[in-house]
């Protein structure tokens, strides 16, 4: 007697009993619901957060940094971003600690999280100060002692709203 499903292919036929393909072809409810949610509140779903692993460093010190997003929904987002950097770092508004202009792609690239995922990076800045002088000479600069804000964010549209976050640090 044959029941009401239709039955497997047992070569692995891609197709699922109730002809959804298993190769991800054909979107799942969740990856509908994903794409239903505008990047305006994708972005107000992930929270940032950056933290260093003392407050008060030494001038030339090496500095660990460690950025933290998090998806707060229990569904799947995904942040645009303008090009195929995801994320990023500054020291007093400087990217990467580096007044030189970096490069990424040019291509559109999305951030994406799973529900309630928490993505967790980190990074060393080596306590100085990158600059590019007349005719493209660079120099290594140790800061003055201080306070600097470390700042991390999603790399999203800069006209928008990011998820991002700061901290201060003491150089002495």
Same mark, same amino acid.
Do not use: H, M, N
């Given at each position: 007697m044959r029941g009401s499903r239709p039955e497997r292919n047992a070569e692995g036929d891609s197709n699922d009993e109730f002809g959804a393909d298993s190769d991800?072809?054909?979107?799942?409810?969740?990856?509908?619901?994903t794409a239903l949610i505008p990047p305006a509140v994708a972005r107000r779903t992930i929270a940032a957060s950056v933290?260093?692993?003392?407050?008060?460093y030494e001038r030339d010190?090496?500095? /660990? =940094?460690?950025v933290a997003f998090k998806n707060r929904l229990p569904i799947p987002v995904e942040l645009p971003?303008?090009?195929? &950097?995801?994320?990023?770092w500054t020291i007093d508004g400087h990217l990467e600690a580096s007044n030189e202009r970096l490069y990424t792609?040019?291509?559109?690239?999305?951030?994406?999280?799973r529900g309630g995922e928490r993505k967790r990076l980190s990074v060393t800045w080596n306590g100085r100060l990158e600059r590019v002088r007349n005719q493209g000479r660079r120099e290594s600069v140790v800061p003055e002692p201080g306070?600097? /804000? =470390?700042?991390?964010?999603v790399a999203t549209d800069e006209t928008a709203s990011?998820?991002?976050?700061?901290?201060?640090? &003491?150089?002495?």
């Open positions: 991800g072809s054909r979107p799942s409810v969740v990856s509908l619901f933290t260093t692993d003392r407050g008060v010190e090496p500095v /660990e =940094i460690t971003t303008p090009r195929q &950097r995801r994320w990023g792609r040019e291509q559109p690239a999305t951030f994406d999280f306070e600097y /804000e =470390i700042r991390a964010f990011r998820p991002s976050d700061s901290t201060t640090i &003491r150089l002495e």
